[in-house]
Nanobody, 121 residues
Framework: QVQLVESGGGLVQPGGSLRLSCAAS????????MAWYRQAPGKQREWVAT???????NYADSVKGRFTISRDHARNTVSLQINSLKPEDTAVYYC???????????????WGQGTQVTVSS
């Protein structure tokens, strides 16, 4: 069983910054690609950023230049530094990871429970 737990959300003024973190725990053998998604009220969940096991990042056009994804293999964590926040960044942010559990031959996708980010003055 693998668990992903996000933290770091909150209320921030436009132009502010936040750092989201996600920690994976459980019976983990290996973690592949990790990613962040977000879901705004009344909208579908959308992809925000991905980082491969080799550390190569990729971003949605809407966040390029403002968001930075990083990971720590030793701690099984992925982080999202969010700068120059806009009201349209308001959403629940979810962590996603492809994890190979101990004793398994395959990677399976797992989701965290989400952390709320609200951008408002």
């Amino acid at each position: 069983q693998v668990q992903l737990v996000e933290s770091g959300g909150g209320l921030v003024q436009p132009g502010g910054s936040l750092r989201l973190s996600c920690a994976a725990s459980g019976s983990i053998f290996s973690i592949g690609t990790m990613a962040w998604y977000r879901q705004a009220p009344g909208k579908q969940r959308e992809w925000v950023a991905t980082i491969t096991s080799g550390g190569v990042p990729n971003y949605a056009d809407s966040v390029k230049g403002r968001f930075t994804i990083s990971r720590d293999h030793a701690r099984n964590t992925v982080s999202l530094q969010i700068n120059s926040l806009k009201p349209e960044d308001t959403a629940v942010y979810y962590c996603n990871a492809y994890v190979q559990a101990l004793g398994s031959m395959t990677f399976r996708g797992s989701w965290g429970q989400g952390t709320q980010v609200t951008v408002s003055s």
